[in-house]
């Protein structure tokens, strides 16, 4: 079984930055990628970023591309999504996600097996 546990979420003014960090702790932490995930109100959940567990390759949406900027340190087990110039539109609840198996679509929350609360993100205009 593997824990998330997500934080740095916050209200911040449109243009502005955060820094969300993901935890990951557990008896098997056997990740092939981690990824972030999130979901407005009204909205179905979308895939943000993902990382290959080994830092080699990187996944962006095209809506927040050269503007969010994910990272992982294995040391400390922890994922990190750098969010800079933010805009109204990213506005949601944002998770953090480990694919365990190179099965799936990186981009399809399905092809995750674990999942952590979430952490609000607002950004006001």
């Known amino acids: 079984q593997v824990q998330l546990v997500e934080s740095g979420g916050g209200l911040v003014q449109a243009g502005g930055s955060l820094r969300l960090s993901c935890v990951a702790s557990?008896?098997?932490?056997?990740?092939?990628?981690m990824g972030w995930f999130r979901q407005a109100p009204g909205k179905e959940r979308e895939f943000v970023a993902a990382i290959g567990w080994s830092a080699d390759s990187t996944y962006y949406a095209d809506s927040v591309r050269n503007r969010l900027t994910i990272s992982v340190d294995n040391a400390e087990n922890t994922l990190y999504l750098q969010m800079n110039n933010l805009k109204t539109e990213d506005t949601a609840v944002y998770y953090c996600?480990?694919?365990?198996?190179?099965?799936?679509?990186?981009?399809?929350?399905?092809?995750?097996?674990?999942w952590g609360q979430g952490t609000q993100v607002t950004v006001s205009s």
């Open positions: 996600a480990t694919k365990i198996r190179p099965i799936g679509s990186i981009q399809s929350p399905g092809s995750y097996a674990y």
């Open positions: 557990g008896d098997n932490l056997n990740t092939y990628v």
